[in-house]
């Protein structure tokens, strides 16, 4: 099993900054594609920024030149540093891997069991 926490939420106010990591272990493989997602209330869950194995990232354009997503792949980490928070950003935060458990298995989705980051003066 692959075991995904993340860490580093909590109540920021406007203009602040947040960074978000999150770890994986256990029957780990490769770990190809590295995510964050997050839902606010009422909200569908959304893609936030994504990192492939080799490093190329993408970002939602709501939040394009001020989050940003890096990864450790020693520690099977990967990072969100996130500036210049706005309200807009309140949600729940999760982190999602694309984990391949042996050379002979298919790649696997497993995720965290997210962070709250609320932005409020």
């Known amino acids: 099993q692959v075991h995904l926490v993340e860490s580093g939420g909590g109540l920021v106010q406007p203009g602040g900054s947040l960074r978000l990591s999150c770890a994986a272990s256990g029957s780990i493989f490769s770990i190809n594609a590295m995510n964050w997602y997050r839902q606010a209330p009422g909200k569908q869950r959304e893609l936030v920024a994504h990192?492939?194995?080799?490093?190329?990232?993408n970002y939602a354009d709501s939040v394009k030149g001020r989050f940003t997503i890096s990864r450790d792949n020693a520690k099977n980490t990967v990072y969100l540093q996130m500036n210049s928070l706005k309200p807009e950003d309140t949600a729940v935060y999760y982190c999602?891997?694309?984990?391949?458990?042996?050379?002979?298995?298919?790649?696997?989705?497993?995720w965290g069991q997210g962070t709250q980051v609320t932005v409020s003066s």
């Open positions: 999602n891997a694309l984990v391949m458990t042996s050379p002979s298995t298919y790649v696997g989705s497993y």
């Open positions: 990192i492939a194995s080799g490093s190329s990232t």
